[in-house]
């Protein structure tokens, strides 16, 4: 079956940094996306992944290694404003997303 | 209107109604999606619309039935639901069905079945 595994919930301080991690196993890989939702909002796109590597954007990279099956999000610079779920999802050969359960994050002054 | 929109954005029903959920993009996207997030649960892609033809039924209930009567527009419509169809039903689109195209989501209806 097709499993994407991250963290239910992470705390972390306001102006540190935090990393979310990802672990995948599905039928083909087409690309792997993070999304940020903010409680009673929709799903924000973050960042988009199909080769190894890190891909910067401002405050947030993402990392990706297809032979571990591995991503993460890394935040730094923590502001409150960051506290939301991130979730974690992959492309099959389908071009289906398959979506993780999310990632709960608590920012604390 | 900009992006996605959703209506209404909350809706409590009973198990005998039948209610329609709208979904509108203004971003001039091929592609549209219906989602399905339970608390705690990753979103379930329910269905998904290609230049208004439905290409995916993740073997959703018959008491689901999705519409799309042109590329800008997106219907679910609703009857006999259970009370464990309590969920948030987030409507998508993307540029087109593909490797990279982005989701752009709506702000979903919270729907409630009592």
């Known amino acids: 079956g097709q499993n994407i595994d991250q963290p239910t919930e992470m705390t972390a301080t306001e102006g540190a940094i935090v990393q979310i991690n990802c672990t995948y196993q599905?039928?083909?890989?087409?690309?792997l996306f993070w999304y940020q939702q903010h409680a009673g909002e929709a799903p924000t796109f973050l960042s988009y992944?199909?080769l190894d590597g890190l891909e910067e954007k401002g405050r947030f990279s993402s990392f990706l290694s297809r032979s571990k099956g591995y991503s993460y999000l890394l935040l730094k610079e923590l502001q409150m404003k960051d506290s939301a779920s991130y979730l974690c999802?992959?492309?099959?050969?389908?071009?289906?997303?398959?979506w993780g359960a999310g990632t709960k994050l608590i920012i604390k002054p | 209107e900009t992006g996605v929109t959703q209506t209404p954005r909350h809706l409590v029903m009973g198990m005998t109604n039948k209610k329609s959920l709208k979904c509108e993009q203004h971003l001039g996207h091929n592609a549209m999606y219906w989602y399905k997030q339970s608390a705690k649960k990753p979103l379930e892609l329910m269905f998904v619309?290609?230049?208004?033809?439905?290409?995916e039924n993740n073997s959703v209930p018959s008491r689901f039935s999705p519409e799309c009567p042109n590329s800008s527009h997106l219907f679910l419509h609703l009857h006999t639901l259970q009370p464990e169809d309590s969920a948030l039903y987030l409507c998508a689109s993307s540029q087109q069905l593909g490797d990279y195209n982005e989701q752009f989501f709506g702000p979903g209806t919270r729907l409630t079945v009592l």
């Open positions: 599905t039928s083909g890989f087409n690309g």
């Open positions: 992944n199909v």
């Open positions: 999802a992959v492309k099959d050969s389908n071009y289906q997303l398959i």
């Open positions: 619309y290609s230049l208004e033809e439905r290409v």
